[in-house]
């Protein structure tokens, strides 16, 4: 079976890695898809995963500020095909589940959370200090 692990993104750490890093565990010859990653703010042992970014990765400022462009991932994730898999495992809060894939293609998507920048913007952006 070829499997593909799919991620958000990866420039801050929380329970989501907790769980991706878990899926790693269990599938580690699989190759993980993120949109970004910044590996000098993500564990060491990341650097040994075979992680494969968006084009969105190489935009300024995206790995520490990556809000300003909330706007563009749906863009970025639906550009994506993973037709060439059996299984793609996305374990996401934001819109990687966007990718495209083949009618062959399984996807299980393992919801973390709503997505709280839409659902709960007010207490996202005073948590994440982006108020004026």
């Not at 299980?108 to 108020?131: F, H, K, N, S």
């Amino acid at each position: 079976m070829k499997l593909a692990l799919v991620h958000d993104w990866l420039n801050q750490r929380g329970g989501a890695e907790d769980v991706l890093e878990t899926l790693v565990d269990l599938y580690p010859n699989s190759p993980l898809y993120t949109s970004i990653y910044a590996p000098e703010l993500m564990p060491e042992n990341y650097r040994a995963w075979d992680i494969h970014t968006l084009w969105i990765d190489r935009l300024p400022g995206i790995h520490r500020h990556h809000q300003p462009y909330l706007p563009v991932y749906p863009l970025a994730w639906g550009g994506l095909h993973l037709d060439d898999y059996d299984v793609v495992l996305s374990n996401k809060s934001g819109f990687c589940h966007g990718l495209q894939k083949s009618d062959q293609t399984l996807h299980v998507c393992y919801c973390l959370a709503p997505t709280r920048y839409v659902w709960q913007l007010d207490g996202y952006i005073a948590r994440e200090g982006l108020g004026g």
